[in-house]
């Protein structure tokens, strides 16, 4: 009898624990495939505010009709605050501004997210581009080009550089009136061609071209990726392979060994770009880095000097002051740029810091969630993406006049706080590799430009967009004029 009762209650037991584990783990389920969205089922921290627009589509039309002023991402701050939700290019997204968002993120490559650009983007870069290389190959490429593109390395790039640029500004002068925009990108494409793959017969017709090439690649980035003759993405990759041909020929052209792109190329067993369409994706990578961002900082660098004549006139004293002695000896340029190492100038180094504050090219970056964790008061899931602003976050930081170009800001800038809130090569694994070459150029482009010429903007109130890239809303007209 006892025995009866006993085996009825183990029986009861099991058969409610069954029911009960059978019900738990079902309504568990539930929550996590119906709303796997909506909040942590551990902490409960909820998702970002936000909407997730249209079933597959999300918000892509607004996304592609607004992100190129910033209005996107500005109109749902407005809304939801500096974190929100949303969807396009059919990724889950979280947006972030703040500086200390910002920062988790970037420094949590490789463990807590990992690069993801949108999946035009991906294509057109292909695999060996850094930008989207995962580790370990990323951090094993990394160590292979930083070699080449560190200051010391560079600095004997120089010469090249000044060659490329008097050469330019000579154009520049003597044409009645130039197109800054397409100038600036002309000269860093014959720069970067010149210093990245060595000294080649490059003319004026194939640089035109090749920038409007990489226009094109850029413009690409953004966009649906669907080959249909006609839209963005199908002309990007006929653009990528007519900026091939040219790289080909280069190096086949080219007579000096030691280059990047030379080495790249010349590479045999190389244990990260181990194909050739690896090493090709690589170089288009590189030369793109190199030609729209600093054009685009020596176009707002040299529009900003314009409406600013009191910042020209502190800078023309600091230069002249700094190359007094060398100048007596020999007054051509090309000479005395030379002779000193420019990077002391802390006057020049404060304008391109203040134009890289208001105009930070790359406005901003994408990764994926690798594993799910807490941002502020809200929950990162895994596999949803995460977008950062870099431009927004230059706006939001409170600095006095934030939106003023004031390059003494600078001096007194010693507080860690504002020298983080100020990221335009990115941060952590992922930071630009191009930051030496890409300062090198642009202070040695901004001493001559200001040693050499005068200049009066032609177009009023130049506007920029954003995105991809910042760039001119419509030309800007300038005229170049000798300094004598
Ligand atoms: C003013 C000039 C430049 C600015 C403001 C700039 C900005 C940036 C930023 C913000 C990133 C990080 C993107 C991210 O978080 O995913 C980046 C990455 C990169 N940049 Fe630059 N860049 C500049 C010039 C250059 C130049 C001259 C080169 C090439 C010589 C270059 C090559 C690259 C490459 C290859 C990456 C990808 C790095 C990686 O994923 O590990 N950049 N750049």
């Given at each position: 009898m006892t025995y009866a009762l006993s085996t009825l209650l183990i029986t009861i037991r099991d058969v409610f624990l069954l029911v009960w584990n059978v019900t738990f783990k079902t309504i568990l389920h539930l929550i996590r495939t119906l709303i796997p969205s909506y909040r942590n089922q551990i902490t409960m921290e909820p998702l970002p505010p936000g909407n997730m627009g249209w079933p597959i589509i999300g918000e892509t039309i607004d996304f592609l009709r607004k992100?190129?002023?910033?209005?996107?991402?500005k109109e749902r701050y407005a809304k939801y605050g500096s974190i929100f939700r949303t969807n396009f290019l059919g990724m889950n997204n979280i947006h972030i501004r703040d500086v200390s968002h910002v920062k988790k993120v970037l420094l949590g490559e490789h463990h807590l997210v990992a690069t993801c650009w949108p999946p035009a983007m991906r294509r057109l870069l292909g695999s060996g581009a850094l930008a989207t290389m995962l580790d370990p190959d990323h951090r094993q490429l990394r160590k292979l080009v930083r070699p080449y593109l560190n200051a010391e390395v560079l600095s004997s790039a120089k010469d090249a550089m000044v060659k490329c640029v008097a050469a330019?500004?000579?154009k520049w002068k003597s044409a009645p009136v130039?197109?800054?925009?397409n100038a600036a990108k002309h000269l860093t494409m014959k720069c970067g061609c010149a210093v990245l793959i060595g000294e080649n017969g490059l003319n004026d017709d194939m640089i035109d071209e090749t920038s409007a090439n990489f226009i094109t690649f850029g413009d690409g980035f953004f966009q649906l990726p669907i080959l249909i003759p006609g839209s963005k993405y199908y002309q990007a990759t006929q653009a990528k392979k007519s900026i091939l041909q040219t790289v080909y020929k280069l190096h086949r052209e080219n007579t000096s060994k030691a280059s990047i792109i030379s080495q790249i190329y010349g590479a045999t067993e190389d244990k990260v770009l181990r194909t050739q369409a690896e090493k090709d994706n690589f170089v288009v990578e590189l030369l793109f880095g190199a030609q729209e961002t600093a054009a685009c900082t020596i176009t707002c660098a040299v529009t900003l000097l314009e409406q600013n004549p009191h910042v020209f006139k502190k800078l023309h004293d600091e230069i002249d002051e700094f190359y007094k002695d060398v100048k007596q000896?020999?007054?051509?340029v090309e000479t005395w740029i030379l002779s000193k190492d420019f990077r002391v100038l802390g006057y020049l180094t404060n304008i391109i810091k203040e134009t890289l504050r208001l105009f930070p090219p790359i406005g901003g970056g994408f990764r994926k969630i690798l594993r799910p964790f807490v941002l502020g008061?809200?929950?990162i899931p895994k596999d949803w993406t995460i977008t950062y602003s870099i431009q927004c976050m230059h706006e939001d930081s409170d600095m006095d006049n934030v939106t003023d170009f004031i390059p003494e800001r600078w001096d007194s800038i010693t507080q860690a706080a504002y020298i983080s809130d100020f990221l335009p090569f990115g941060a952590g694994p992922r930071s630009c590799v191009g930051r030496d070459y890409a300062l090198q150029f642009i202070k040695?482009?901004?001493?001559?430009?200001?040693?050499?010429?005068?200049w009066k903007l032609q177009t009023k109130e130049p506007t920029f967009t954003r995105v991809p890239i910042v760039k001119p809303e419509q030309p800007i007209m300038?005229?170049?004029?000798?300094?004598?």
């Open positions: 992100s190129q002023n910033g209005d996107f991402f330019e500004l000579l130039i197109d800054l925009y000896e020999d007054d051509n008061e809200y929950w040695l482009a901004l001493i001559m430009l200001v040693s050499t010429c005068r300038v005229k170049m004029m000798d300094a004598k």
